[in-house]
């Protein structure tokens, strides 16, 4: 596997982290930073944030979410402002106040799967009706506190992605057609993504994210050049990844702001009317 520059690997980010967004995510650039907005879901706020060209300082924030709030109408109380940056080291300190959230992208390896891997229970399918989404969601639900309004537009978010041809939602189910574990793949630009790997919390431990992602992982290279998954720094999930043969390449690193009105009254910074658009689905930059 050829090694990235930290500038190829840093597009790869970006283009990576483009493939499972919802269809209507819009990118542009102001300076310091690409702006990234869902207009389908404002409440979304990792669709809704600043990815910045350089890791802020505690002394520019209150710069930075006085532009946030001119870009995005932010309002007291709705959600929090996220300023998100890649470093090609996790960091996981403290900006200002506030704490530094990591993850790791990692793509494959030439020789993953490094282990082939098949599951203790179940088969293999692709989503293709209702009963399939809606058991997603509740897996989902069963296991984050993103609530109802959130899990459900995210699935039908992923939905539409493989109505319109940008990749596939798979599941392994029991004898009786029930989800025990999910995961999507989803691919722009020559880049494509896994989303959303989750399993049964009564099923876990048993190899069956292992399969799954394994089946995705050659699948997904008749599609896309490169394989991309993303894991907490730290996680039992990331070192699953590494064990199946993922390797680093860079890591994401974010901000969620609540918001200090008060530290916004006299900031002055630029807004987003003067901007410079990028093509709608299209990455900002080029990681090849």
Request: proline share 3%.
């Amino acid at each position: 596997m050829m090694s990235l520059s930290w500038q190829q690997a840093r597009a790869l980010a970006l283009a990576a982290e483009l493939a499972d967004a919802p269809l209507g995510l819009e990118r542009r650039r102001i300076e310091g930073a690409v702006v990234e907005t869902t207009r389908s879901y404002p409440g979304y706020y990792f669709g809704n944030r600043f990815i910045l060209d350089q890791p802020p300082r505690g002394e520019d924030l209150d710069a930075w979410l006085a532009r946030y709030r001119d870009c995005f109408g932010w309002r007291s109380g709705e959600y929090p402002a996220v300023l998100s940056w890649y470093e090609p080291q996790g960091n996981a300190g403290r900006v200002g106040a506030h704490g530094v959230d990591v993850q790791v992208m990692y793509r494959a390896s030439d020789d993953a799967p490094a282990r082939n891997v098949a599951p203790a229970t179940g088969h293999l399918v692709a989503f293709s009706s209702d009963r399939h989404w809606q058991q997603l969601i509740d897996l989902e639900l069963a296991a984050y506190s993103h609530g109802e309004a959130f899990t459900r537009w995210r699935a039908s978010s992923f939905r539409a992605l493989m109505d319109a041809g940008l990749g596939t939602y798979y599941g392994i189910v029991n004898e009786d057609d029930a989800l025990l574990c999910a995961g999507g793949s989803y691919y722009r630009e020559n880049v494509a993504r896994f989303a959303g790997i989750i399993t049964s919390r009564e099923y876990r431990g048993r190899g069956l994210a292992s399969a799954l992602i394994t089946e995705l992982l050659s699948r997904m290279r008749e599609s896309a050049q490169t394989q991309v998954i993303v894991a907490e720094s730290g996680s039992r999930a990331a070192e699953l990844y590494e064990s199946l043969g993922f390797m680093p390449f860079c890591y994401s690193h974010s901000l969620q702001i609540d918001r200090p009105e008060a530290a916004l009254k006299d900031a002055d910074g630029e807004g987003c009317d003067v901007v410079v658009e990028a093509a709608a689905g299209k990455a900002l930059d080029s990681y090849e």
